[in-house]
Every structure is written in C-alpha cells, then in structure tokens.
C-alpha cells in the first residue's frame, strides 16, 4: 500500500503534510504535491495532516491513475522537505471540481 495525493490537492497545495513525513517522499510541482510511490513506507501520517483532505490510500476506488500520476511527475519535480504557504487560491478552490483537467489538460481515465 502506498499514499496518493488526489486532486483536491490541486490549486491549492498545502504543504503540512511534508512537514510530518518521515521520508521525505513528497514532491511539488507548480499546482499540486505528488507521493512517490516507491519511496512511501505507508506510515499513514500524512493523511490526518492535509487540510483539503487530498491524501488517500492506494486501496481507494480510482486510486490507480492517482499512483500512474504521481510515478510520472515524482520523477520531474523536485523533493520537497519543509513546510511552504499554500498557493494563495487555496482556500478558494478547496473543494473545486474539474481541477485535474483545468490544470493537466485531459481527464484521467
């Protein structure tokens, strides 16, 4: 089992959840964070964490296209390990739909 950050995490990006990872698997691209699939321990500490409640485990309905996501641009963005400021539209786009096509340009399928 691994963790993936879902959509929501999109235009928002909240960062308390680097902060309390243990491995430093996360990585931050210009909209969202991703989770390195091979480098999670799946300690679970994260989820709790994410105040847009993006974080989900692998064994969730969908899940496989989170995991493929984050597999590509975990080995294009740079490791983030300390905590940042969330984008400033977070608050406004906490809970949007649509984001992944907005900002990725296809749904996933």
């Not at 996360?26 to 989820?47: Q, R, T």
Request: net charge negative.
């Amino acid at each position: 089992m691994t963790y993936v950050v879902t959509d929501n995490c999109i235009a928002c990006k909240y960062t308390d959840c680097v902060e309390v990872c243990p491995v430093d698997c996360f990585y931050e691209g210009e909209n969202m964070l991703v989770i390195h699939p091979d480098e999670c321990i799946d300690c679970g500490v994260c989820e709790p964490e994410c105040p847009a409640d993006a974080i989900r485990t692998d064994a969730e309905p969908d899940s496989d296209q989170w995991v493929a996501h984050a597999r590509l641009y975990a080995e294009i963005w740079p490791v983030i390990t300390a905590r940042k400021p969330p984008l400033k539209t977070a608050a406004q786009r906490d809970g949007e739909t649509g984001k992944f096509e907005l900002f990725f340009g296809q749904a996933q399928a």
